[in-house]
T-cell receptor
Framework: DQQVKQNSPSLSVQEGRISILNCDYTNSMFDYFLWYKKYPAEGPTFLIS?????DKNEDGRFTVFLNKSAKHLSLHIVPSQPGDSAVYFC?????????????FGSGTRLQVQP | NAGVTQTPKFQVLKTGQSMTLQCAQD?????MSWYRQDPGMGLRLIHY???????DQGEVPNGYNVSRSTTEDFPLRLLSAAPSQTSVYFC?????????????FGPGTRLTVL
């Protein structure tokens, strides 16, 4: 039972355009969400996070949107750059569990074409 | 500052063998964790530690042991390797109080069990 789903295994966009990566979750208890980026042969690196008390969080070219009623979040990258080509994982957790559980999606491979 | 280091990078074991995956961090982080990543799946938490002397189980702890005698080191032991443990293993640490804070990941250990 996948509680965090990234239904698009891959995405290809042109350099300079917007990349939109989607993530759906089923557990209504989740109230904190994170995005990690992973390059081949490296560990994931933290990108951005959002609490359920917000519906948007922005950090430079990266914006995460949260739609609690739809149990959906998305990561927008504007403008996309070739260096953004990586696998992106969304992850979700529950603050009240003492931050001791985190569920990852299966990832979306983003390819930004020059 | 080396961050999070993992050794070895690659390992091949035979079924029934035991081994220890090493993880060390030099950032004085209290929180450390071990994940495995299998093809087409997200990262799954094996064990975590909130500080020296304190460990707890994650989502998939069976077949693995951990200990945390120092803040810096968090080794993962496979007691009797099985083909189902073929995976890429990541160690991570965080300054904050748990998994919902930014985690810093090591480069991973690719383990094959024959």
């Amino acid at each position: 039972d996948q509680q965090v789903k990234q239904n698009s295994p891959s995405l290809s966009v042109q350099e300079g355009r917007i990349s939109i990566l989607n993530c759906d979750y089923t557990n209504s208890m989740f109230d904190y969400f994170l995005w990690y980026k992973k390059y081949p042969a490296e560990g994931p690196t933290f990108l951005i996070s959002i609490s359920s008390i917000k519906d948007k969080n922005e950090d430079g070219r990266f914006t995460v949107f949260l739609n609690k009623s739809a149990k959906h979040l998305s990561l927008h990258i504007v403008p996309s750059q070739p260096g953004d080509s990586a696998v992106y994982f969304c992850a979700a957790g529950v603050m009240d569990t003492g931050r001791r559980a985190l569920t990852f999606g299966s990832g979306t491979r983003l390819q930004v074409q020059p | 500052n080396a961050g999070v280091t993992q050794t070895p990078k690659f390992q091949v074991l035979k079924t029934g063998q035991s081994m220890t995956l090493q993880c060390a961090q030099d950032m004085n982080h209290e929180y450390m964790s071990w994940y495995r990543q299998d093809p087409g799946m997200g990262l799954r938490l094996i064990h975590y530690s909130v500080g020296a002397g304190i460990t707890d189980q994650g989502e998939v702890p069976n077949g693995y042991n951990v200990s945390r005698s120092t803040t810096e080191d968090f080794p993962l032991r496979l007691l009797s390797a099985a083909p189902s443990q073929t995976s890429v293993y990541f160690c991570a640490s965080s300054l904050g109080q748990g998994l919902l804070d930014e985690q810093f990941f090591g480069p991973g250990t690719r383990l094959t069990v024959l």
